[in-house]
């Protein structure tokens, strides 16, 4: 099972960037999808973007199109989320899931996912 870490989250205000981080451990990164969900207090997790297994199709939330983007390299594990334009209603914990089976494509469906990291918050001031 892919064990994930994310990191990058922090306070930024209305209009600013950040750049999350996923560090994925395993030899099976570089064959598995990888999502981002995020989850705001007292709202259920949402989809934000997803990736296929080599990066060549991407998949984004209504909520973010045009404005995040996600990409990863299997070089180094890591799947990465930037995040711009960044709005107050972007504020939530935001966590990376591996997809459960090789070779797929992006999900935008939480249960498609079987490891998750611990996330990471990320607060956009008004």
């Known amino acids: 099972q892919v064990q994930l870490v994310e990191s990058g989250g922090g306070l930024v205000q209305a209009g600013g960037s950040l750049r999350l981080s996923c560090a994925a451990s395993?030899?099976?990164?570089?064959?598995?999808?990888m999502g981002w969900f995020r989850q705001a207090p007292g709202k259920e997790r949402e989809f934000v973007a997803a990736?296929?297994?080599?990066?060549?199709?991407?998949n984004y939330g209504d909520a973010v199109k045009g404005r995040f983007t996600i990409s990863r390299d299997n070089a180094q594990n890591t799947v990465y989320l930037q995040m711009n334009s960044l709005k107050p209603e972007d504020t939530a914990v935001y966590y990376c899931?591996?997809?459960?089976?090789?070779?797929?494509?992006?999900?935008?469906?939480?249960?498609?996912?079987?490891?998750w990291g611990q996330g990471t918050q990320v607060t956009v001031s008004s």
């Open positions: 899931g591996a997809d459960r089976f090789a070779y797929g494509l992006g999900s935008t469906l939480s249960t498609a996912y079987g490891s």
């Open positions: 395993g030899r099976t990164f570089s064959r598995t999808a």
């Open positions: 990736i296929s297994w080599n990066g060549g199709r991407t």
